[in-house]
């Protein structure tokens, strides 16, 4: 075991990267809880997001276009969820799972040509002498767009959320739904905007796996991200900012946990690479009992009657 | 304009046709899918559906079909009757893993004795794996209020990791070569879930499956428990104003299902699979969802759902080496059928009125 | 009156499948006017002011405000046409502010900032006092109303639709509330109101119309017509007053001790320190604003919420700790006041929701197997007795109008012989001759020596029924006085006076 062989430098700036599929999958999918639904195909619609965003890019060289059209992706998959869940009225639990199960069988059809590539690199962004700090350069400024973009995302909704008409609203959906109707506001309409904004991040999330993180493409490659991101939501008690700090929570551990692995530390491989799941296990338990925070509608049908 | 208009009372037609309508939307659109595939639809939706049923190679086919079908039915049986009270464990694929790693376990601890006594033992220490990795989630949704859906998927991608570990270190084959894997139980008689008559599929987990079947059957309509099961799916708050206990409601319906996914996950291992490996487990645990709402969550749904859906797997194998169609296809085709359904059942408790609308 | 009406509607109809909500509906209102709007429930007064707030749209007839058209094609429509709407069910945000509340219903809702100032403005001016800061969910009924009041005022609405806002108010808080209407149409503002509370509107309304079964039954003057020729019109035939003869009541059956509980819900309200005695063959009658602990003490008594050692005894023997079933079989029966999802579960049959909670009393099980040819007959017989207008106890309990639900809800526990029967809001949204029936039901079974315990809002109610009145207020309960002689002022008291309103002053 040589623990020297981690770099708390390399380490700190591998935990940003980490974090950002969180992120990306986990503020689309508080969006989607505050209006009041609960989609549990995040998993579905980031391993969606991966491939679309792989192909993309592979077939144009852009990793730009690649990660737009992850979003569109993502996007079109949570559009089958809103059809199920707003128009036909359907289960949103069972709908979710629905949703997953085929985005995963989706994504492996769509990708299977696409197996053992290496797709094209997003460079980082040039922040000139900035990037030369001693340590913080090397840890801040040494990232490509997207990752800044997720912060970026998640400072916008916090504040779309806190103080715009537009984010009022959203939350009065997602508190009652009948109110609302009561009010004059378009629910489904509301909802169904939510819900593609979800899948848009979720698949953005996605790519920024099988683009960047990982980079190549592998079936089933998100391997529960998308799960990790629905705890954190729960997690953060539906706020954004404690959203961040949980995704980078998670993703310090699983950076840890692959450095130890890499570092041939005593305990097995596979006892590590559980370790993500486990400690999203503990982190539920720890911070369940508070479940005041969460929109009064989630999960609930709306079925206009008048 | 069209709108939903809600029925005064569930149609009794609809809950019966729309898994009926779903699987011919489902053979429709999935003949598109293979087309764009460059397949021709009508031979891949036959090869499918009809190969492994009446086919040249039926008499090897039909046995698969109670071969695959049984875990598929004995999961999806635990599975619906907690998602008829509301109770969400999506999580069977790792009470699989776990129900197969302690029946081998038990079984390979034994090795090389012989005995009647080793295959009971197996089975029950499988039923009890799946089970305590469903009491997992369902004592921390009771005492802390954790989120079951959550947990038990999180359990899986850990028991995954822990089939890992033990197929490559504790049950590794000593004689294996190093290979991982364990050692193969077919060759180890006592251990060994062999068709009960050769050649039929028919082995103790279908049997068992069976059972299930029509135990789940005589709970749901004929008792007390099976009753407050439904009322708490219904309307939580009358089960409570009924006198149903929630808390214990959740550990019974987290805890069959575990311990029927559990067995089934023995029943595999020890037979059909034969031995742990890294993937011995194909995700029936997953697919067994798609069975439970396909078949309506009433268990002689979940008969006919499970056999459709192995049905497909077969079909599915067949069309993969005969035509070239790729195994993925094959799980779109399963998720289709999820979506049609879930979609189609609105007309079971809303019919569509053509005329104004109303504001939305 | 000018000659020009606020609000002229003419021949307005409107059919949902097997019913005619509104049938060829013609009224007018004048600018500055009070008209009531008169009628039990179910005659078709929620249709008719849904469709003037653009929540509905008529399937014939017209609307004109001012002599032009006038066909809101949504609510926001008609709040822009000045029409503001009072809901009895608030369509309020339990998590969100008063001042958060209030924007969602405006069109151009001005910053936060300035629409708190506008907030204590009104509130001032109309003596509704009210924070804008506090969040909704911890604020009484009276306070959620005036959420409501001022999100319209702040509209400066020429038409106010008020839909049974006294059903939630004290009696003085209603005094405050006719004041701010009086001084609001003194300022020219129009008020529909839906009442069916005649001495209301006989203080309140300059003109009344009334409707029966979606049509109009006439028109009047309330202060020159007298309650009884009202309620004529509204229910179209004389009804029997419950009888009952007085009787002594017999020995303790209900015994609370300090009963002090948490609620389960977030918004919910305590119960504290309720120390009361039931005795057999009386009836006590629990007033009370809703949300005041009113499903909290049901759910005590019922068993779905248990309570510390001492607090709860029945015949002497503390029940505190069992569950529904067990209290179920000592005798202790109840109805909860919400018919659809807690007292019957909605897409299940009638049978099946007789096995709900008669499969204890009635032998519908026996060792955990159910005998479901029994839970239908029993399903049949509450029918039979209670005039269940239904095609069978294979129906869903949903397909069931509100009135025969509650008639079947409330037979499946009168038939079973109770010993102690504690009912919530027995005649909520129940037709007067049903009601009538329910009410014969609960008396006849206090004759019969089981003791009653009946929450209600409906004073009225209360006070034909009760032997004994006590009033629930911020989940303490009153010390029970004898029913008869109790004034309305005295009552009121009971209730918890005007809720913190006392400053307010017009």
Redesign the interface.
Known sequence: MDLSAINPILFVAGFLVAATPLIFAAIGELVVEKSGTLNLGVEGMMITGAICGFATAVETGSPLLGFAAAAVGGALLSLLFAFLTQITLANQVASGLALTLFGLGLSALLGQSYVGIKPPRLNDINFGPLSDIPVIGPILFTHDIILYLGIALVAATWAVLKFTRAGLILRAVGESHDAAHALGYKVVRIRTLAIMFGGACAGIGGAYISLIRVPQWTEGMTAGVGWIALALVVFASWKPWRLLLGAYLFGGITQLQLNLQGAGVAIPVEYLAMSPYVITIIVLVILSRDKSAAPACLGRTFHASS | MIR???R???SRLFSLATPLLAVLATMFFGGLLFAA?GKEPLTSIQTIFWEPLFGEFSFFYRPQLLIKGAPLILIAIGLSLG?KAGI?N?GAEGQYIMGALFGAGVGLAFYPLEGFYIFPLMVLAGAFGGWIWAM?PAL?KVK????E???S???V??AE??L??MS??LLKNPEGFGFPGSRNLQQYESAFNGDLIAGSGMHWGVVCAMIAVIFAYVLLT????G?AI??TG??P???????V?PTRLVVFCLGISGLLAGLAGMFEVSGPAGQVTIDFNVGYG?TA??VA?LGRLHPIGILLAGLLMALTYIGGDIAQSQLGL???????????L??FL?????FT??RLRFG?T??? | MTDVPLLDLSGLTKAYPGVVANDNVSLQIAPGEVHALLGENGAGKSTLVKMIYGLVKPDAGKMQMFAAPFAPAEPRAARAAGVGMVFQHFSLFDALTVAENIALGMENAPKLNALSQQIRDVSDTYGLPLSPDRVVGDLSAGERQRVEIIRCLLQDPKLLIMDEPTSVLTPQEVEILFKTLRKLSAEGTAILYISHKLEEIRSLCDSATILRLGKVVGHCIPRDTSARDMAEMMVGKMLQTPTRAGKEPGEVVLSLNKLSAKSPNAFGMPLREISVDVRAGEVLGIGGVAGNGQDELLAALSGEMLSAPGMVAFRGVDVGKLGPTPRRALGILSAPEERLGHAAAPDMSLTENAMLTAAVREKLESRGLLNWARAGRFAEKIIETFDVRTPGPSNAARSLSGGNLQKFVIGREVLQRPDLLVVNQPTWGVDASAAAAIRQALLDLAEGGTALVVISQDLDELMEISDRFAALNEGRLSQPRPAGGLSVEEIGLMMGGAHGMEVAHV
Do not use: C
């Open positions: 939903l208009e809600k005064p009372q569930p595939l998602f969400w999506i997992i921390l802390f209020g954790t989120n859906i959550l947990v998927l999180m359990l991608y850990v990791q822990f890992a570990s490559l270190g004929r008792h007390r428990l009753f439904r009322v219904e309307a708050r009358a089960a409570r104003f009924s006198g206990n997953f969802i798609i709402f790729p195994a993925a296809a094959i799980q779109v085709f399963q998720g289709m999820l979506f879930l979609a189609l059942d609105m408790n809303y104004r109303e504001v939305a």
